[in-house]
């Protein structure tokens, strides 16, 4: 069968007897207990640096924090019942959420809310929702769908190639208009399950060179995006940013204060003080603040789980997945959870340009936390629904 | 698959390198950064000093008090909380909350730091503190607080903003009074609010000295009371009085009226904050004689009996007039003294050589300062002889062409009184640390010798001679007490001549036989008469009435018929129908006035047991009851009766009743009391009396002579 062949590349011990999901197969302990471990400390950091964001809010500290804490649960509600739901199903249904996510990418761009110099989501009533969030999540699925249906003829420019393009370029460019950075990392999330599904590496080099291109064109529209990128170069060389009265570069150079002050076991929980520097600190710079909280053995261990997340997500669960569907799958969830952790760690820490990236379960925001749940659960769906003889 | 993972485990690897690139590589340099931008040292302000007269009193002292200002913009608060917290500020504050509305209204709308009240007592701040408004900003702040407000204002001086001292001993002993701030670490945030206390305060605030003065309130508060007395019979424009103990040269009392408030000291004019005692240059006139007749005895250029011929009481000087007040004809050196005769003065000090007198002058502390510790002393001006005109050793003698401060006058007087030694003046007895150990003393300082003692023996008498009927100081006459001084009177030399403006002055010393007060007492431009001995000499006198009530030191050998002849003692007329004290007046020859109306006498002045001169009046006041006008008092404070003249009993009894502690001291009748009637006081303020054994006056008055 395709997927034995496909698989065997990969899996090669394994025999397929391509019986369906096995009740009383449990789903993945160590990815499930790296989520919550997470979320436990997310709500800690979230705690200490949210102080002075409550103020300008009207509120507490508290009562943000007790929001935090609900909308972690309703999170792992979802993920439980996505985790019932079969891959299959929700793969289908794909199809239709990215096209309304489309609709409303195009409605917040032209009705959304600002939020740091950039339009990035939608207030309906109470809640405010971002959609490129929802975009993702079903673009990442709808093309490990795609790959997986095009098994066969993969290779094919015109057959293959060509149509899952055809659905990731438009949700990218409509996500870039706004957020340049997660449409880029989309993309590249994109090209590694397209990847790791056999297509042509000509194709898909061929396309980076024309996102490169498309990426100089976006560059050259808004003054801000160069200033982040040259910005971006200098700090990288330097660590420490000469004009940090500029925005980013004073953001960076904050960031960089909070991992010194952290020095090796960190200032200790909840003494923080860079959060009364760093902006949004119980978001895109909520890394800075562990690394300065808990230090060098702190932030280590935040990154180990997300590394420990890829490696069960790619690794274990993708190995054992049913079919191809699954393991592309499995591909892709994991991805879309572990690389928006180590792109907002690597912004904190000054290795990638500052962009407003979400850390998963632990930056302060429900969009994020709602689909990061969703992409576990169909982790744990297709952990739970492996092949009888890995038990 | 593995492939795909080792690739990505690449980033997670570079994050973890980068965090020990950046603690490492440039570790230190983004830590002094941190502690750049989010630490600061704040102050911890050291209170300062204390001020204690002579005797322990508490002359100043410090309070805290709040600023209160709103930042209309902290988030969560809303309208209504502010106009609810201008209504609370309004409660404990004199001001409307439409005053404090309009002030948030007409405020910068950026504006975070609105003040809306200044020096709310600590009360009212825990008050505010309560409403629990988070808008709300209360900065301390510690303040001087001058106890007895204008006593002793001119010794005292006063801080500015700062609390640095501006004037008087607070300037300086600055140094001292000041203390040293201790030094905290706070955290601030990117606003610049501080977030928190960094460890324990890097450095204690080292409080300041207390400051232990010379002066004794109750000598100070007789001083002014009489001083302003002296310048509102005088009808003067202004006046100053110095006491010293000749002995040491410490100063008992130093006033200037009209005097300020040091807690307000911008409500006053600087005028009257200056200390004329020590900052003003005069020409002496009359009381300078005493120096002429040292040098001209000690020169042996005259005996006391000597006759001079003064004529008509007029003499030309080398082309300029010199008179004396009146003809006397031929006259002794000692009548001449007695009765201030220019003219004789000036021949005598003809006989003196330039260059001798010069020396006297100067040797007597003119021209030069006497370095008393109080700041803005002006050292005079006294010219050599090679710069005087031929008029000038003439005039020089009776107190001209020579400029003086009153500090001066007083030194030499006390040279005069004690055996010929010039001391320095000082005011501030010591200053103590905080552990009460002595950082600095003043102690008597010799000078120099000005006069011989066989020539203050035969000079002694006469200026007790001054103060007697054929002296020109009868007016300073205390019956059965020897004091001796002089008197002066001085045209004012403004705008190139001399007018018809004059310096009264008296300067003398008690008791005779011994010593222990120098006074001098000088009022500027009187209208009611120019002479010293009748303008200032009655100031002179009371004072010295009202210290022998006070200093056990003092004794007076009553003699009535003479007492009786000039002044009259003053009954106790409180209380009375007006019908009933017209007739207790008339019987006792007392000229009065009423002010008030009604029918019941609430007030007088001066009080009861008084001595007032036959030719002054005396005031009552008037209301239609008895009871003493409270409305003004608020609930706190309450006005000091005035209890001089009654029995011990009683005044303890009236004190108490009115709110105060009483501090008794000796028995029988009242003599004196601190503080003086009138002032408005904390309660439970203590209230020191004086009583003594019925002595002349409250004798005479109990008889109702």
Known sequence: MLTNNFKSQYLIEQPANGSSSAAGVPSDRWLLACVIMLMMWGVLAVYSSIAYFAETKLTTAGTLVGEHAVKLVISLL????????????????????????????????????????????????????????????????????????????????????????????????LIGLEDFSSAALLLVMCLIIMFVGRASLLHIAA????????????????????????????????????????????????????????????????????????????????????????????????LMLYVVILFRGIVVIAKRARDTLGVLLAVGCTLGVTMFAFVNAGVATGLLPVTGLPMPFISYGGTSMLFSGVLIGILLQISKSREESYA | MFVVFGLLLLIPLAIGLQIVRVQILD???????????????????????????????????????????????????????????????????????????????????????????????????????????????????????????????????????ELNGMAGIESSYNEYLRGVDGQRQVRRDRSGRIRGYVGAPRRQPKQGHTVISTIDSQIQAIAEEELRKG????????????????????????????????????????????????????????????????????????????????????????????????????????????????IATSKVAERIPSESFYQYVRNFGFGSHTYVDLPGEEAGLLRKPYQWSAVTKPWM????????????????????????????????????????????????????????????????????????????????????????????????????????????????????????????????????????????GPVFRNVALRLIGLDDGLQIIPDEEQVRGQWAIVPDLRGMHRDEANAVLSDYNIRHRYSGNGMYITAQQPAPGEQLMRSDLLQLSLSESISIDSSRISEHHASVPDVRGMSMRKASTWLRKSGFEVQMVGSGTVYTQFPEAGGQY????????????????????????
């Open chain 1, 78 to 173: 979802v993920m439980v019942i996505v985790s019932k739901i079969d891959y299959k199903t929700i793969t289908r249904l794909s199809r239709y959420t990215l096209l309304l996510s489309w609709l409303f990418l195009i409605i917040v761009t032209l009705y959304g809310t600002e939020v740091f110099g950039a339009r990035r989501s939608l207030s309906l009533g109470a809640f405010s929702f971002q959609p490129s969030s929802l975009a993702t999540v079903s673009l990442l699925v709808y093309v490990a769908f795609l790959v997986s249906k095009k098994q066969d003829y993969i290779r094919d420019f015109s057959r293959s190639f060509l149509p899952i393009l055809g659905w990731i370029l438009p949700t990218c460019a």
């Open chain 1, 207 to 302: 396309l980076v060179l024309v996102g490169a291109i498309g990426a100089g064109a976006l560059l050259a529209q808004s003054a801000e995006r160069q200033s982040r990128v040259t910005n971006y170069v200098h700090q990288v060389i330097h660590i420490e940013s000469e004009d940090f009265q500029l925005a980013s570069g004073y953001q960076a150079q904050q960031a960089h204060i909070a991992i010194a002050q952290g020095g090796f076991f960190g200032v200790g929980i909840g003494k923080s003080t860079q959060r009364d520097f760093l902006p949004a600190p119980y978001n895109d710079f909520i890394y800075a603040i562990i690394a300065e909280e808990y230090g060098l053995v702190g932030a280590a261990f935040v």
């Open chain 2, 27 to 161: 570790g230190s340099r983004l830590r002094a950064l941190w502690s750049a931008q989010a630490l600061d040292v704040i102050p911890i302000p050291a209170q300062r000093g204390i001020i204690l007269d002579s005797k322990g009193r508490e002359l100043v002292g410090n309070t805290v008090t709040y600023t209160v200002a709103v930042d209309p913009h902290i988030p969560g608060v809303t309208r209504e909380d502010l106009q609810l917290f201008t209504r609370e500020l309004a409660a404990v504050s004199n001001r409307s909350a439409s005053h404090y509305q309009q002030r948030i209204r007409s405020a910068a709308p950026t504006s975070r730091y609105i003040v809306l009240e200044r020096n709310i007592s600590e009360e009212a701040a825990d008050q505010l503190r309560e409403t629990g408004i988070r808008a709300v900003i209360l900065e301390e702040q510690y303040r001087r607080r001058y106890n007895y407000e204008s006593l002793a204002s001119h010794v005292i001086g006063y801080v500015n903003h």
């Open chain 2, 231 to 342: 310048v509102v019979r005088g009808m003067a424009r202004r006046g100053s009085i110095i006491l010293m103990d000749p002995r040491t040269g410490e100063i008992k009392a130093l006033a200037n009226y009209p005097s300020f408030d040091p807690n307000s000291p911008a409500s006053s004019p600087s005028e009257d904050r200056r200390n004329t005692v020590i900052s003003d240059i005069i020409e002496p006139g009359s009381t300078f004689k005493l120096i002429t007749a040292v040098a001209a005895l000690e020169n042996g250029a005259v005996e006391l009996d000597e006759l001079f011929d003064t004529g008509d009481g007029r003499r030309l000087i080398s082309g300029q007039l010199m008179r004396d007040h009146d003809p006397m004809g031929t006259v002794s050196f000692r009548q001449a003294i007695q009765k201030s005769s220019n």
């Open chain 2, 397 to 536: 003698s009776i107190g001209y062409e020579v400029q003086v401060t009153i500090i001066q006058l007083a030194q030499a007087f006390a040279a005069f009184a004690n055996g010929g030694v010039i001391t320095r003046p000082y005011i501030v007895d010591r200053v103590l640390d905080e552990q009460g150990q002595t950082v600095h003393r003043n102690r008597p300082e010799n000078v120099r010798r000005a006069i011989k003692p066989a020539t203050i023996e035969q000079l002694g008498p006469v200026f007790e001679s001054v103060v007697t009927d054929s002296g020109t100081a009868s007016y300073a006459r205390v019956e059965g007490f020897r004091i001796a001084g002089k008197t002066g009177t001085a045209q004012k030399y403004i705008d190139g001549r001399y007018q018809t403006q004059y310096l009264a002055s008296f300067a003398g010393y008690f008791p005779a036989e011994d010593p222990q007060y120098v006074c001098l007492v000088l009022i500027d431009e009187p209208r009611l008469s120019y002479y010293g001995g009748f303008i200032a």
């Open chain 2, 682 to 705: 904390r309660k439970g303020e203590v209230v020191t009396v004086r009583g003594r054994a019925r002595d002349l006056p409250s004798i005479l008055s109990q008889k109702g002579i």
